[in-house]
């Protein structure tokens, strides 16, 4: 046992590299024959997940890996003043992020053999969710910002590549690109950020950082404040945020597995993992972490807002994860990475388990998606439906669920250190998701059914996986609940450990706040005591500002086509009229030229003689003028 | 003398040409096999001398030095450093490419492919030239194909292929008229009569005064800069490219145009360090307004070949700020990005090729859903396009990075403007991808055929060192740095001394 431990402490590379060699082989050998493909990406994720599990017990043998990380590396490429390695880097919030990805990977692609069962393009599927698997895996155990960047840019391309999985439609072409490039936005400032580090602080290794940044900080506050800033552009980008968020909702374009996987657990929080890894340099620019706490908690909340009021079920549960993202967003900002990485865990496991349950209702509805023309689906479905609502509990925050946890050690630390505002906010942001969610379950799964569909239960396939997070949603939590000693936050955090403390005043005005949630959206989507319909006239205004998602949408829109299409546009013009006329005038003179100076070449010797003298008058007038001799020229040149 | 694989190198298409004039016309199958050996061997070759170099020696390998005039000082000297062997693979790598590419050329095939072999000859010599002279030559060799291959086999779009030839051919042969004169300036002021010579090495090590050396690099500036694209000197190449057969296409894009980064650092920077130093400013501002201006045209875009063509302008802009940035960093990414930048253009070239010889048609409004009917092709388009954008894993990450550390200490507003290209690259690249390979299936596509065996090459070859040099980019960077760290700290310690010399002797 403590032999294969240390093997996957020191060979963690195998991690990503082994859901790397299924996508080689999918692709180059198993394109023809499905079964084969899943199996291989599977078997070797799920290797992949007990190597995880090996590095976890490594963790858990041997304490003073928290506080300091095992670190190994290969020379990826170098030249005098700027070397980039490749390795592995492994601590408690490493080995936490592989146990999660690894564990989530391979449940969904376990789901996915049900769920993508006969689709044409089912080897492509495996290929692009392993590539996807072994880029999130190496990003969680990159060793500096450039190993970091490298993953980071490609779980974006498996990201496109797998919103736009259904490529013949044009809403998943069209959503695919958006996603790329409103994170490229982000990573424009990220990669500005790095440069910037690399300049100034000579080195990209996140070890070595930690060492200067506290020097550097008294050195250069304002330089570092902006680094911070540009660094946490990225994640603004990656992980949904205010106002970059707008490319998530579109992801669920995607197939739903993707969506859990993808656009739920891993991917979109690899941008809380940056600021993690990064918690050193946060944690020594005051500003900058502060601008985190307040983006995070606004976008938790303006999220939330915006789903309270939308349709599709998946968008919903989109709304849901940017709402959520900005919880451990802030968390991060108000300095506890603790907490933000254990929401980052339990939220793992419930919001998979929320859209793989959401993939298997749509599924069997062939994929209507409104949850207004769905209906008492529970009668049919009645696991799906139960992992559906353990989801929301979770997620609403009732104990002993999992979401109860992590979501009251946030809103205690966000107290705690200072930021009341934050925490009244967050907490109003706590009610609404309660609601939220359950006005999705009540409406789609309870209630009158719709005589149109003819929904049936998922198969087994597709059944196990999300038990098997429905469990972690219920008791995944309970490893940093405040009476476990040396819980989740002995393992997993940045500095001194503090013991999580109850805040019987925080659970309970969180506990309070959700129910009344869960009361309300019962009253009008489960008793139908008061109409919707009503409530939303009411609003009026504010109704359709949420239902119109504030128009974020079209505001960057009309952006992109007035500047980058208009400015596009002008310069072409420039060019074809202005730089090309130019030379083409050029071109005409030349030839206007010609036409004229062919009479001089008319065939009199006399005439040429004439030419040449006094070409030789002029050349040596000029040259006595500018006071230049051949002489001088070669011996300046010899002498210089 | 030494067994020199790349003067075999050099000599497998000439010797492939000639053998091509024998060949009756008809003979198309034989005419195409044989090209395709001649550069097979020339492409093994430029490998093995890739894979041979000694680190540990270093400087130029393989050479071969035979006195051609001597009253002149000119020699037919050949030789290769790490700067010359990624642009001589480069070559090989694209022409073996091209010739594959043009596969299915039906129209005078037989001279066809001898002026694409003469064509691919002459820019393998500017690389391995170790004599102005020699170089100078082949460069001029370089021109006479292109300008009857893009009137002869090109197309006609938004302008004629006349007009496309004729400006490609003008505006190359006005950037050799300037080169010409600085060359020649060089050679008279190196050395006094008797002495003169047109070795690189010799020149390099003569000194020049501040002011012959400020307004002597403004010439070859212009020269190799407008051959590099540089803007306001870019108007050819979109046209130019447009015009010409796909062959041309991938080949002027990929390296021909590399003959100007090449020379402005080998020649250029190496032997007018001082004017060099002058001219960085300007030529780093410039390099954005490639970036940032042709970025934006691309976006305007509506015929394939013009969005490529604009982006390969776009793409120089890092080339010529990272040559501007004048340290180790930023000049290893640079040549690193030639070489990058290369592989990409003519990959996505080659694809745009096939999909105008099915489709006839290369208006993007009128394409679209390709990745159902052709899905080689498509994924040919996205790898090249996704290694465009600058994608990490793919050949030119590496290198970009590179440029933004090395262009970053030398001109951080500059620097910072360059990077923000990487934002209006995804906006074209990602619009065209989604456009022509996305979106539903188009019937009229439906009996076209992706392509198949032979027509495999240029994406097996160029997709596969697009990905492996993203994946091992020490194996491109060594090289690179083996050949620049040395012209740099020439060109440092001669700028050093020089101005503690008081800017040299007036």
């Known amino acids: 046992m403590t032999d294969f431990v240390n093997f996957a402490l020191y060979h963690a590379w195998l991690i990503p590299a082994l859901p790397f060699l299924a996508f080689v082989l999918i692709v180059f050998g198993l394109r023809r024959h499905e079964k084969a493909a899943a199996a291989t990406a599977i078997s070797l994720t799920g290797i992949s997940f007990l190597l995880a599990l090996g590095v976890a017990g490594a963790v858990f043998s041997r304490p003073e890996l928290v506080e300091k990380p095992l670190v190994y590396s290969a020379r990826w490429f170098s030249m005098a003043g700027l070397s980039v390695e490749m390795g592995c880097l492994i601590d408690g919030t490493s080995a936490m992020m592989l146990f999660v990805v690894t564990l989530i990977s391979t449940l969904v692609m376990i789901y996915s053999t049900g769920y993508m069962h006969g689709d044409e393009g089912f080897t492509r599927f495996f290929a692009y969710l392993s590539l996807f698997a072994a880029s999130m895996l190496g990003l969680v155990i990159a060793t500096n910002f450039l190993q970091l960047f490298v993953f980071w840019e490609l779980v974006g391309l498996c990201s496109y590549l797998l919103i736009g999985y259904y490529y013949y439609k044009v809403s998943a072409r069209e959503a695919a690109k958006k996603a790329f490039m409103t994170t490229r936005v982000g990573d424009f400032g990220l990669l500005v950020g790095i440069v910037l580090i690399q300049t100034f602080l000579g080195t990209m290794d996140f070890v070595e950082l930690s060492g200067k940044l506290p020097a550097f900080a008294k050195e250069a506050p304002v330089l570092l404040t902006t680094i911070g800033f540009l660094v946490f552009i990225g994640p603004i980008g990656k992980s949904g945020q205010f106002p970059l968020h707008v490319w998530l909702p579109d992801a669920m374009e995607g197939p739903s597995p993707v969506s859990a996987l993808i656009h739920a657990a891993t991917m979109v929080v690899a941008g809380v993992y940056l600021v993690a890894r990064a918690f050193t340099m946060f944690s020594v620019a005051p500003e900058a972490q502060h601008f985190v706490a307040y983006l995070g908690g606004f976008t938790a909340f303006f999220a939330a807002s915006i789903a309270l009021t939308q349709r599709e079920m998946k968008r919903i549960l989109a709304y849901s994860t940017i709402s959520q993202l900005g919880y451990m967003i802030m968390a991060l900002g108000v300095g506890s990475l603790t907490a933000s990485m254990f929401h980052l865990m339990t939220h793992a496991y419930f919001k998979a388990l929320m859209f793989l349950a959401a993939g298997s209702a749509l599924h069997a509805l062939h994929g209507k998606a409104d949850i207004f023309e769905m209906g008492g689906l529970y009668r049919k479905m009645p696991w799906t439906a139960a992992f559906m609502v353990i989801g929301a509990i979770a997620i609403a925050g009732i104990p002993p669920f999992a979401g109860f946890w992590s979501k009251d050690e946030i809103l205690v630390m966000t107290k705690l250190h200072g930021f009341t505002g934050l925490y009244y906010l967050a907490s109003v942001t706590a009610f609404m998701t309660a609601f939220y969610m359950f006005r999705m379950v009540f409406t789609a799964f309870f209630g009158k059914e719709n005589p149109e569909n003819h929904p049936h239960e998922s198969p087994v396939s597709m059944l196990v996986p999300m038990g098997v997070l429905a469990v972690l949603s219920v008791v995944g939590g309970l490893v940093g609940a405040p009476f476990v000693a040396k819980g989740f936050g002995y393992w997993v955090r940045y500095g001194a450990y503090h013991h999580p403390e109850f805040h019987a005043d925080v659970a309970g005005i969180s506990v309070l706040l959700a129910l009344l949630g869960i009361a309300l959206a019962w009253t009008i989507y489960g008793a139908k005591k008061v109409a919707a319909k009503d409530l939303a006239a009411k609003a009026g205004f504010l109704y359709t500002l949420s239902y119109n998602k504030y128009y974020i949408d079209e505001l960057f829109q009309w952006i992109n086509r007035v500047f980058a299409d208009g400015t596009g546009k002008i310069l072409y013009w420039v060019d074809l009229y202005i730089v090309d006329g130019i030379v083409n005038g050029l071109a005409r003179l030349t030839a206007f030229a010609g036409e004229r100076f062919r009479y001089v070449q008319n065939g009199q010797v006399q005439h040429y003689a004439l030419v040449f003298f006094a070409s030789v008058v002029f050349i040596i007038l000029l040259s006595g003028l500018l006071g230049v001799t051949t002489a001088g020229v070669q011996s300046g040149g010899v002498a210089g | ?506």
């Open chain 2, 1 to 506: 003398m030494n067994f020199s694989p790349i003067a075999i190198a050099l000599l497998a298409p000439i010797v492939g040409a000639m053998l091509l004039i024998f060949i009756p016309k008809d003979e198309r199958r034989l005419i195409r096999w044989i090209a395709a050996f001649s550069m097979g061997i020339a492409l093994l070759l430029s490998l093995a001398a890739y894979f041979m170099y000694d680190f540990v020696k270093g400087g130029f390998q393989y050479t071969i030095s035979i006195p051609w005039v001597k009253e002149l000082g000119i020699t037919l000297a050949l030789g290769a450093d790490g700067l010359s062997l990624p642009m001589l693979l480069l070559t090989n790598l694209i022409g073996f490419s091209a010739i594959f590419a043009s596969w299915n050329i039906d129209k005078r095939t037989k001279e066809f492919f001898i002026l694409l072999l003469l064509l691919i000859a002459g820019v393998m010599g500017t690389f391995v030239s170790l004599d102005l002279f020699v170089f100078f030559l082949f460069y001029e060799v370089v021109v006479i194909p292109i300008y009857i291959m893009v009137i002869i086999w090109g197309s006609s779009k938004r302008v004629t292929k006349e007009y496309a030839g004729m400006k490609l051919t003008i505006y190359l042969l006005i950037g050799s008229a300037f080169l010409l004169v600085g060359l020649v300036a060089l050679y008279l002021n190196a050395y006094p009569a008797g002495q003169r010579t047109f070795l690189m090495s010799a020149l390099a090590q003569a000194s020049f005064s501040e002011s012959f050396q400020i307004y002597c690099f403004a010439l070859l500036a212009f020269g190799f800069g407008s051959l590099l694209s540089m803007f306001p000197f870019h108007s050819w190449s979109p046209d130019g490219y447009a015009g010409a057969p796909t062959a041309v296409s991938m080949i002027h894009a990929g390296v021909l145009k590399k003959i100007g980064g090449y020379g402005l650092l080998r020649i250029g920077v190496l032997t007018l360090p001082l004017g060099a130093k002058f001219w960085a400013p300007v030529i780093a501002l410039l390099a954005v307004g490639n970036v940032a201006y042709a970025g934006f045209i691309a976006l305007a875009q509506k015929d394939l070949k013009y969005v490529v063509g604009y982006s390969s302008v776009s793409h120089m802009g890092y080339v010529l700020i990272g040559l501007a940035a004048m340290n180790v960093i930023g000049v290893n990414g640079a040549v690193a990005n030639m070489f990058a930048h290369g592989v990409m253009s003519a990959l996505f070239f080659a694809m745009i090729g096939w999909v105008y010889e099915r489709t006839h048609t290369r208006w993007i409004p009128d394409l679209g859903g390709l990745g159902h009917q052709m899905p080689r092709v498509a994924t040919g388009m996205l790898l090249a396009g996704m290694a465009g954008l600058g994608l990490p894993g793919l050949v030119s990450f590496v290198p970009e990075f590179t440029i933004f550390i090395g262009s970053f200490a030398a001109y951080p507003v500059l620097a910072v403007l360059a990077i923000a290209g990487v934002v209006i690259t995804a906006l074209y690249t990602l619009r065209v991808l989604a456009n022509v390979l996305f979106g539903p299936r188009r019937a009229e596509f439906d009996d076209l055929q992706d392509i198949k065996g032979p027509e495999m090459v240029p994406l097996v070859v160029l997709g596969a060192v697009l990905i492996l040099a993203g994946m091992f980019p020490w194996y491109l960077m060594d090289m690179v740095n083996a050949g620049v760290q040395p012209i740099v700290d020439t060109v440092l310690a001669k700028v050093s001394q020089m101005t503690a010399l008081g800017g040299g002797v007036k």
